[in-house]
């Protein structure tokens, strides 16, 4: 894959999304994402991040600003550690999985930034030559709002992925095959998740890990013993 125009996507993904919802929240006020970020690095959003407590993420400012400064790192750092672990596992570094299919449980999932890492780690083996992969994310998490943001970045992600593919010199023709095997489903809570049958199952729960919600996510974590795969979280 060309790097470039990924990260080219990627980025316009991002930065559209987030100017769309920035320009909503702020009824179009003449200031743009930048001068907002800014004018308020100050403030209680960044205070909070700064300091791992967490911020009210159903405040749509939050999930805004948090996409703008987190999003593309978090794509990158689910995706390193898609890799770490396939190196780990696999003698063929490019085999997602040996079983029928793969199941990703996200908790935590934030803006789907692990549905992304996976999503560039298929167009990888794709264009290794393994060509049966089936990968399902359940993506998990109790606000609606971080999601929500999540999906409209994966839809314009697709409509610049799908442009660039109808183009004669086009070079993302293996993330566009991915992005349609890679399917995926919000949950609001863990009781809703089915594991699915003949599926390895991997569970994450990136940057999720703050205090408050520990002791809940290591109940979740551990609610479904199936699950060997690994988890990761460095905060
Ligand atoms: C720092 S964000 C991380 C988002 C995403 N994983 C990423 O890496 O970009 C933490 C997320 O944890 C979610 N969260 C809060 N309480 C939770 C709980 N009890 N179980 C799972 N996720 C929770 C928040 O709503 C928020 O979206």
């Known amino acids: 894959m060309d790097k470039n125009a990924v990260v080219s996507a990627l980025d316009r993904a991002v930065s559209e ?6 320009e909503y929240i702020t009824n179009g006020k003449s200031v743009s994402i930048g001068q907002w970020l800014r004018n308020n690095s100050r403030n209680d959003i960044f205070q909070s ?6 911020p009210n993420y159903s405040n749509p400012m939050v999930s805004v600003v948090y996409a703008a400064m987190y999003q593309l790192q978090h794509i990158n750092m689910t995706y390193s550690a898609i890799k770490e672990l396939l190196v780990s596992k696999n003698a063929d570094k490019a085999t997602i999985t040996n079983s029928p299919r793969l199941q990703v449980i996200d908790l935590g999932a ?23 992969i089936a990968v399902h994310v359940d993506s998990m998490d109790p606000n609606l709002t971080m999601c929500t943001l999540g999906e409209k970045i994966w839809l314009n992600f697709l409509r610049i ?3 660039d593919n109808s183009e004669p010199s086009s070079t993302l023709s293996s993330l566009h095959r991915a992005c349609s095997m890679v399917t ?4 609001k809570n863990i009781q809703s998740i089915d594991t699915l049958d003949d599926s390895e199952i991997w569970i994450s729960a990136i940057h999720a890990f703050y205090q408050v919600f ?8 551990w609610t479904n013993s199936r699950c060997h795969a690994t988890t990761r979280s460095d905060r």
């Open 161 to 163: 992925v799908n442009q």
């Open 17 to 22: 999304t987030v100017s769309e919802e920035f």
């Open 110 to 132: 934030g803006c789907l930034a692990m549905q992304f890492g996976l999503t560039l780690a298929v167009a990888d083996s794709l264009e290794q030559g393994h060509q049966n």
């Open 214 to 221: 520990e002791k809940q996510i290591r109940t979740d974590l």
């Open 184 to 187: 995926h489903r919000l949950h």
């Open 49 to 54: 991040l700064r300091s791992l407590t967490p």
